[in-house]
């Protein structure tokens, strides 16, 4: 994952634990992850982004021909 990703991770987890502590912080985890993986809408999103971000950030690249200088 990118840094600004984990950053971003962990920038809002620090403000739920701060705001709301840490036993409900992991308990909203905890129900959040339930949720999406119940909810077929949630999944079809999940689904569509990870293709959409393998698709623009890890496609196969052409290979770059190389002039020859002889």
């Not at 909203?28 to 077929?40: V, Y």
């Not at 689904?47 to 496609?59: G, M, T």
């Amino acid at each position: 994952m990118p840094r600004c990703a984990w950053i971003l991770i962990g920038s809002i987890t620090l403000i739920l634990n701060q705001t709301i502590g840490l036993a409900a912080t992991i308990a909203f985890l905890f129900a959040a992850i339930g949720w999406a993986l119940t909810t077929p809408a949630v999944l079809v999103a999940i689904a569509s982004l990870a293709a959409w971000h393998l698709l623009n950030a890890h496609a196969p690249r052409a290979r770059r021909r190389l002039a020859r200088t002889h």
